[in-house]
């Protein structure tokens, strides 16, 4: 009879950890702008998103728009805005650095004067 509840305790809080471990770990899908120029720049924004913890990344050219589906307990929305700045992109949460945005080609060196959508 001991030995059976204990059992059970044991069972229960392996599927408590269980779902516990899935509801922190499910992914979350997130948009957010990103200022760009040419098809060129589409392409290394999107590299530059793919980062450990983040399953998909998708920008859109018209709307300005970058979606990612990322897993929170791998990676923080900060540090993909943070990967995207570096990379010469200002985004609605990180400008990038002077530096980073000169060594883009001249192509891709986009009007920073355009601001996110309100
Ligand atoms: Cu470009």
């Known amino acids: 009879m001991k030995k059976s509840s204990f059992l059970w305790m044991v069972i229960t809080a392996a599927i408590l950890s269980m779902s516990f471990t899935i509801a922190t770990t499910k992914p979350?899908?997130?948009s957010f702008w990103v200022n760009r120029d040419c098809e060129m720049c589409k392409a290394k924004i999107e590299q530059a998103a793919d980062?450990?913890?983040v399953k998909s990344m998708a920008y859109d050219m018209d709307s300005y728009m970058l979606t990612v589906v990322y897993n929170p307990s791998k990676i923080s929305i900060e540090q993909?805005?943070?990967?995207?700045?570096?990379?010469?992109?200002?985004?609605?949460?990180?400008?990038?650095?002077?530096?980073?945005?000169?060594?883009?080609?001249?192509?891709?060196?986009?009007d920073r004067n355009i601001s996110p959508k309100k």
Request: with cysteine; aromatic share 8%; glycine share 8%.
């Open 28 to 30: 979350v899908e997130t």
């Open 51 to 53: 980062l450990k913890g």
């Open 80 to 110: 993909i805005h943070q990967s995207v700045a570096d990379a010469g992109y200002d985004t609605s949460l990180i400008k990038a650095s002077e530096s980073a945005y000169n060594a883009l080609p001249g192509c891709c060196q986009y």
